[in-house]
């Protein structure tokens, strides 16, 4: 018999979500008028101690979003790591700016600083700090160079909803911080997203944008070019009573992690297997949990495929933006490149047990021997 098959991220569902989301519909109000749009973005707003939500209809809306109510567009630079998933550089070209790509941090994963500072120009308007895979950027370095250098931080906190800088939350410490709900992360709405900002008048832009840029005093009255990027009550219903669970939901994750720690200690001593890391600065939100395999041995999508035929489902890392056909640049970006080469997401979604992680481990041990 074949042994069932371990998901890399199931979401966590349940009765409050289905009550919520008949209420919603009984209410009529379907689209994006209704109770639970600003329920919804009070809720997370306050879970990360922001003062303004807007939430949208996905996460790289939100990405748009932030940028285009930032004031980026055509002529400016952008700059954001280059291990990251698609979305982050999409959202940058969809102003009509460049993204301009830094080198990752071998630490933590997400951008490099010291190369980040080396990358600013007279061209630069926004830095888009990525939290990959959960573990926080080091938020104090990036912002001391966008205030010396006059830059609007953008966070992409998609991975990392309830990982935290310093004992407070991302999302909330730059200009702009965006999530994602799609189906597998943190929490989600089937697809759906959010900005938070503490600034009144970047709430106020990022409304207008996501509303066709109507006018809020004169119907049909559009000063600019604004974009429908609104979520429905329905998606908003499923978000309101996942935030009531999400101290609940982000502890999941990180038991996951925990077991996935001792699970392959043998395989960190014995093979040199990476784990993910957690700097003492940090608290890891774990979206996924990830491996860096021996650098010795074979690459991340063998890995995934011999995985695949243990009936483990997992993924290899982002390739860097740098190496994809949009963005080629003919640049390296070494540190970047030998993640990329080496890392490997493994399931890591709600409803997983101790005994589907070690059974993930057994089949990372056979994987690594054959
Ligand atoms: C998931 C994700 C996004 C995009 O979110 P969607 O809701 O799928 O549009 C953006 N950036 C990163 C880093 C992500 O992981």
Known sequence: MTPHRIPL??????????????????????????????????????????????????????????????????????????????????????????????EADRTHWGLDVRDLEARVTDRTRAIVPVHLYGHPCDMDAVLAVARRRNLVVIEDAAEALGAEYRGRRVGALGHVGCFSFYGN???????????????????????????????????YWHEVVGFNYRMTNLQAAVGVAQVE???????????????????????????????????????????????????????AAEIVARLADAGVESRPFFHPMHTLPPYATGERFPVAEDLAARGVNLPSGYGLTRDAVERVARALAHALEA
């Open 9 to 102: 991220a199931r979401p966590d569902l349940g009765p409050a979500e289905v009550a919520n989301v008949l209420d919603a519909i009984n209410s009529g109000w379907i689209s994006s008028l209704g109770a639970y749009i600003p329920r919804f973005e009070t809720g997370l707003a306050a879970f990360c101690a922001a003062r303004f939500g807007v939430a949208v209809m996905n996460g790289t809306a939100a990405l748009h979003l932030a940028l285009a109510a930032a004031g980026v567009g055509p002529d400016d630079e952008v700059v954001v790591p280059t291990l990251t998933f698609v979305a982050t550089a999409n959202a940058v070209r969809y102003c009509g700016a460049r993204p301009v790509f830094v």
């Open 185 to 219: 992360k943190i929490i989600t709405t089937g697809e759906g997203g959010m900005c938070l900002t503490d600034d009144p008048a970047l709430r106020e832009r990022l409304a207008l944008l996501r509303d066709h840029g109507m006018d809020a005093k004169r119907r």
């Open 245 to 299: 669970r999400l101290p609940q939901l982000v502890e999941a994750r990180r038991r996951v992690a925990g077991w996935y720690a001792e699970s392959l200690a043998d395989l960190v001593r014995r093979r040199g297997l990476g784990l993910q890391p957690e700097l003492p600065w940090a608290k890891n939100a774990f979206w996924l949990s990830s491996v860096l395999l021996p650098p010795d041995g074979a690459g």
